[in-house]
C-alpha cells in the first residue's frame, strides 16, 4: 500500500475464493462487505484472484512478473518454487528484477508468521504493561507496521541500486527480525547492562518525568527529555524548590530518585484541569499532550472510511480497496496495460 501511495502500480494477488485473510477479519464490515481491517491497508492496488495449483494461472502471474519491476511475497520456504516461480530462476531471466520476500521467522524458517506471536517471542509483551501486571501486547498489529516499512525500505533501496547498477536484487525481510530491531533502546539497555528489560507502564526506563499523569479532569503525558525541559517544567507546576534541587538537576540524578519526583509532580497535576497545566507547559516549551480516544484522534487528519488514513509520506489515495478478483478480467486481459485504461502510467 505504501508503494502505491508513492505512485507505483500495484496488482494483488489473492487466493480464489476467500482471498486475503483480512477480507474476514471483522466485524466490522462495511456496507459492501469488506471488512475494516481489510480496508485499511489494500488501497491503491487491483486485484486478481490466482489459484497457482492450475497451470493458466502460473502461467498468467509469470507473464505478470516478467513486466514488473518489483515481487513481493509472503509465501514459506519453497512453495513458490514448488508452482514453478522460483525467485532465483526469475532473477537469473531478469537481473533487473526486485523481489522482496516477507516471512515470519526467517527465510529458512517453516513457521506461520503472526503479530501476536512475534509480539510474544521478540521481547515487546515482556516490556509492555503495568510493571507489577502480565505481559502485553501492543494495541495494534505493530510488528507487522513495522515490517512493511521495512519492506518499502528496503524496496526502495533495491530500485536505486538497479537505477545505478542495471542490477535488481533479492530482499528478505522477517516479522521477527523487524521486532527486535525495533526494540532500539530497550535492547541497547539490556546489550549495555546485561540485565533483562522490565514493564514500566506509562513511565521510561531513561527518563524522568517522562509518564503519563492525572489532571484533574483527564489524564496528560509529560516527557521531560532534557535537563533544561526540566528546569522549565518544575517551573510550569509551580514547583520552583525542585526546579532548584540537586537532586534532580541532571536526568540521570532524577532516574535515581524517581520515586520522590513522580509523587511531588503528581501530586501536583491532580490539582488543575489537564487544559490549564498543557497552556503553561507547552508556553515553557515542555513536551506534553491529552490522552485521546482514536475517533478524537482521527479528528485531526484526514481519513476516510473507505481508504483509511491518509498516507504519512505525501502519497496520494488513487484507487480505493478492490474487491476480490475486480479486476481479474481485465488483468487477463490486457495485463499491466490495465493501468493505461484506468489512466495511470
Same mark, same amino acid.
Given at each position: 500500500?505504501?508503494?502505491?501511495?508513492?505512485?507505483?502500480?500495484?496488482?494483488?494477488?489473492?487466493?480464489?475464493?476467500?482471498?486475503?485473510?483480512?477480507?474476514?477479519?471483522?466485524?466490522?464490515?462495511?456496507?459492501?462487505?469488506?471488512?475494516?481491517?481489510?480496508?485499511?491497508?489494500?488501497?491503491?492496488?487491483?486485484?486478481?484472484?490466482?489459484?497457482?495449483?492450475?497451470?493458466?494461472?502460473?502461467?498468467?502471474?509469470?507473464?505478470?512478473?516478467?513486466?514488473?519491476?518489483?515481487?513481493?511475497?509472503?509465501?514459506?520456504?519453497?512453495?513458490?518454487?514448488?508452482?514453478?516461480?522460483?525467485?532465483?530462476?526469475?532473477?537469473?531471466?531478469?537481473?533487473?528484477?526486485?523481489?522482496?520476500?516477507?516471512?515470519?521467522?526467517?527465510?529458512?524458517?517453516?513457521?506461520?508468521?503472526?503479530?501476536?506471536?512475534?509480539?510474544?517471542?521478540?521481547?515487546?509483551?515482556?516490556?509492555?504493561?503495568?510493571?507489577?501486571?502480565?505481559?502485553?501486547?501492543?494495541?495494534?498489529?505493530?510488528?507487522?507496521?513495522?515490517?512493511?516499512?521495512?519492506?518499502?525500505?528496503?524496496?526502495?533501496?533495491?530500485?536505486?541500486?538497479?537505477?545505478?547498477?542495471?542490477?535488481?536484487? %533479492?530482499?528478505?525481510?522477517?516479522?521477527?527480525?523487524?521486532?527486535?530491531?525495533?526494540?532500539?533502546?530497550?535492547?541497547?539497555?539490556? $546489550?549495555?547492562?546485561?540485565?533483562?528489560?522490565?514493564?514500566?507502564?506509562?513511565?521510561?526506563?531513561? %527518563?524522568?518525568?517522562?509518564?503519563?499523569?492525572?489532571?484533574?479532569?483527564?489524564?496528560?503525558?509529560?516527557?521531560?527529555?532534557?535537563?533544561?525541559?526540566?528546569?522549565?517544567?518544575?517551573?510550569?507546576?509551580?514547583?520552583?524548590?525542585?526546579?532548584?534541587?540537586?537532586?534532580?538537576?541532571?536526568?540521570?540524578?532524577?532516574?535515581?530518585?524517581?520515586?520522590?519526583?513522580?509523587?511531588?509532580?503528581?501530586?501536583?497535576?491532580?490539582?488543575?484541569?489537564?487544559?490549564?497545566?498543557?497552556?503553561?507547559?507547552?508556553?515553557?516549551?515542555?513536551?506534553?499532550? $491529552?490522552?485521546?480516544?482514536?475517533?478524537?484522534?482521527?479528528?485531526?487528519?484526514?481519513?476516510?472510511?473507505?481508504?483509511?488514513?491518509?498516507?504519512?509520506?505525501?502519497?496520494?489515495?488513487?484507487?480505493?480497496?478492490?474487491?476480490?478478483?475486480?479486476?481479474?478480467?481485465?488483468?487477463?486481459?490486457?495485463?499491466?496495460?490495465?493501468?493505461?485504461?484506468?489512466?495511470?502510467?
Amino acid at each position: 500500500m505504501m508503494l502505491g501511495d508513492l505512485g507505483a502500480n500495484v496488482i494483488k494477488v489473492e487466493r480464489p475464493g476467500a482471498g486475503d485473510d483480512t477480507r474476514g477479519w471483522g466485524p466490522p464490515f462495511d456496507a459492501r462487505g469488506e471488512s475494516a481491517y481489510y480496508l485499511s491497508i489494500n488501497r491503491n492496488k487491483l486485484s486478481i484472484a490466482a489459484d497457482l495449483t492450475v497451470a493458466a494461472d502460473r502461467e498468467m502471474v509469470a507473464e505478470l512478473m516478467l513486466e514488473a519491476d518489483v515481487v513481493v511475497d509472503n509465501f514459506r520456504r519453497g512453495t513458490l518454487a514448488r508452482h514453478g516461480l522460483d525467485p532465483d530462476q526469475a532473477r537469473a531471466v531478469r537481473p533487473e528484477l526486485v523481489w522482496c520476500t516477507i516471512t515470519g521467522f526467517g527465510p529458512e524458517s517453516q513457521r506461520l508468521g503472526y503479530d501476536f506471536v512475534v509480539q510474544a517471542e521478540s521481547g515487546w509483551m515482556a516490556i509492555t504493561g503495568e510493571a507489577g501486571g502480565e505481559p502485553m501486547k501492543v494495541g495494534v498489529a505493530l510488528a507487522d507496521v513495522v515490517t512493511g516499512k521495512d519492506a518499502t525500505i528496503a524496496i526502495l533501496g533495491a530500485l536505486v541500486r538497479r537505477f545505478r547498477t542495471g542490477e535488481g536484487g %533479492l530482499v528478505t525481510v522477517s516479522l521477527a527480525h523487524s521486532a527486535r530491531a525495533a526494540l532500539v533502546n530497550v535492547a541497547q539497555n539490556v $546489550l549495555v547492562t546485561g540485565r533483562d528489560a522490565g514493564r514500566w507502564g506509562n513511565a521510561h526506563p531513561n %527518563l524522568v518525568p517522562y509518564q503519563l499523569f492525572d489532571a484533574a479532569d483527564r489524564a496528560v503525558v509529560i516527557a521531560v527529555g532534557n535537563d533544561a525541559q526540566w528546569r522549565e517544567c518544575a517551573r510550569a507546576l509551580e514547583l520552583s524548590d525542585l526546579a532548584h534541587d540537586d537532586r534532580f538537576a541532571t536526568n540521570a540524578g532524577r532516574v535515581a530518585h524517581r520515586a520522590a519526583l513522580v509523587d511531588a509532580v503528581a501530586r501536583r497535576v491532580r490539582e488543575r484541569p489537564a487544559a490549564e497545566w498543557l497552556t503553561a507547559l507547552e508556553r515553557a516549551g515542555v513536551p506534553c499532550g $491529552l490522552v485521546k480516544g482514536v475517533l478524537e484522534s482521527l479528528r485531526e487528519v484526514n481519513a476516510s472510511a473507505l481508504t483509511g488514513v491518509a498516507s504519512p509520506v505525501g502519497g496520494v489515495v488513487r484507487l480505493p480497496p478492490p474487491a476480490l478478483d475486480e479486476h481479474g478480467v481485465r488483468v487477463r486481459r490486457e495485463g499491466w496495460k490495465v493501468f493505461q485504461s484506468l489512466g495511470r502510467t
